[in-house]
Each structure stands twice: as structure tokens, then as C-alpha cells.
């Protein structure tokens, strides 16, 4: 069932998202060669509790599967792993493709957003694959506009990936969010458009599109964190928490400023 949000509500998930935003700004501007995950992982924890805010990622338990629950604020997932990376003592180093996905709960409404972010100076393939990502994001929210069908915005995210010789991960998609993390309906990054339900104002989705150098297949590791590419190619993730409105799309995660590594 698809919960439709107030104006009032919206507003409230505006302010989760906007400490969301806040949150990867400070991480990408802070994710520089010789920096662990671990300490980009501190510092988005620290930031999240005392604006009041609660790391929604850590502890997160699936209960579809046997594993132990997420250890962490963000995911932050290097070169072939797609999402669900454990911060740790890994090092960034020049050149590496750094996913960071992070949700917060703020007065029991959620937000939820990802980057991809090049340290320092990438590879031209790594380059063009993060900005096809967030290319794939901004297309996907055009169509978020009253009238349109949930599908449109799935085949418009496919649709412009393949057209620049990439592919999109089945496995995992986007979500509604609200007083939930999840929520209905699931947002595909793929499919034909013009099916599943209208987009109506009050509708609030998660859009993810994660995109794979290689084949879209993908492999989780055996305690299910982090999932890798199958061929071992790069991967990137980009995502925003958007509101249908009669005036059309309204990122409540944004604006995310990518400083670390935007000349
Ligand atoms: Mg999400």
C-alpha cells in the first residue's frame, strides 16, 4: 500500500533530508587520499546525533535474510562493490570510485540518498560512469510529475544507462520512504514504461539507480555485506528522496554539495 504524505509530513522528511544532504557534503568534502571509511563513518555519525538526527542505516537488520545487522552509519562501497560496503580501515587512494549511501531518521520521518564520488583524478571510464549515474538520476526525477506512471521513471533511468553503453543492477531498486526507511511501492531502475501505479502528489519514492561498467549481474558476499559486481568492473550509485507534487518533482535530499573531488 502506498502512503501518501501531507504537505506537513513532507515538510518534516525536507528536514531529515536536508541532514541527509548535509551529511554526504561533508563526506565528499572530507574523502581525500589517506582517509579511511571508517573515520568518514565517525565523522557522519557524529554529525547525524547531534543535530538530533539517528543513523538509520546502523542496525538495520533485513528480515529476509541470516545476517548480522548493519554495523554503520553510511555504506561506503570502493570501485567493484555496488552498495551495502562496510566502513573500516580500507585507505582511499587516487583514483578510487567512492559509493556512500546514508539515511537518517529525524522526529520519526526518514530520509535516504547516495553519491559517487571520484578521489582525485579518476580513470576517463570511472569519470564517465559517475557522471552517467547522476545523469540517470536526474532523468529518472523529470519524471516525477502527477499523471505519469511509477514505470516511466524506471524505464527513463534504463533507457538513458544503456544509450551511454552501460548497464543497471536488477537485484536491488529504490523504495517509498516516509514514517519507513521502506515503503511501497519498490522504484525499478528497468522495465518497460507505462505500467505500475500513477505518480499522485502526496507520494514520496527513493530513486537509486546503480549502475554497473559491466554486466548488471551482481553477487552479495556470503554474510550478505557489501554486494559485488560479477565481473569485478566498477559500479556507482546515486539517489535522492523525492516528493510528487502538483508542481512536479521536490528533492527533499538535496542540495549535496560534491566538493572533494568537482573542480
Ligand atoms: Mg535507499
Known amino acids: 500500500m502506498i502512503l501518501l504524505k501531507s504537505r506537513d509530513e513532507i515538510e518534516k522528511m525536507r528536514k531529515a533530508g536536508k541532514l541527509v544532504a548535509e551529511v554526504l557534503s561533508e563526506v565528499a568534502r572530507l574523502a581525500l587520499p589517506g582517509v579511511t571509511t571508517k573515520e568518514l563513518d565517525v565523522h557522519a555519525e557524529r554529525l547525524i546525533l547531534e543535530s538530533g538526527g539517528r543513523p538509520a542505516f ?6 529476509f535474510i541470516r545476517c548480522g545487522p548493519f554495523p554503520a552509519t553510511l555504506c561506503t562501497s ?6 551495502h560496503g562496510i566502513p573500516g580501515d580500507r585507505v582511499l587512494k587516487e583514483g578510487d570510485l567512492l559509493s556512500v549511501d546514508t539515511g537518517v531518521e529525524l522526529d520519526g520521518y526518514y530520509g535516504d540518498a547516495a553519491i559517487s564520488i571520484i578521489i582525485g583524478k579518476g580513470s576517463p571510464e570511472a569519470e564517465r560512469l559517475v557522471e552517467v549515474t547522476r545523469g540517470a ?3 529518472a526525477i523529470k519524471m516525477c510529475i502527477p499523471g505519469k506512471r511509477l514505470s516511466d521513471v524506471s524505464h527513463a533511468i534504463q533507457d538513458f544507462v544503456e544509450s551511454e553503453g552501460f548497464q543497471v543492477v536488477r537485484r536491488f531498486v529504490g523504495h ?14 528497468f522495465g518497460d ?8 502528489p502526496g507520494m514520496v519514492i527513493a530513486i537509486e539507480p546503480m549502475v554497473n561498467a559491466g554486466t548488471y549481474e551482481v553477487d ?10 560479477r565481473d569485478g568492473k566498477l559500479s556507482a550509485h546515486f539517489e535522492h528522496t523525492v516528493a510528487i507534487t502538483e508542481d512536479g518533482p521536490d ?3 538535496a542540495p549535496i554539495a560534491l566538493t572533494a573531488n568537482r573542480k
Open 193 to 200: 514504461p507505462g505500467k505500475g501505479p500513477e505518480l499522485k
Open 58 to 63: 546502523k542496525g538495520y537488520q533485513p528480515d
Open 251 to 253: 528533492i527533499l535530499t
Open 220 to 229: 552479495a558476499s556470503p554474510d550478505y555485506w557489501p554486494v559485488y559486481t
Open 176 to 189: 517509498g520512504i516516509g514514517r519507513s526507511m521502506h515503503e511501497d511501492p519498490p522504484v525499478l531502475n
Open 137 to 139: 538520476l536526474e532523468v
Open 78 to 83: 570502493l570501485n567493484n562493490e555496488v552498495v
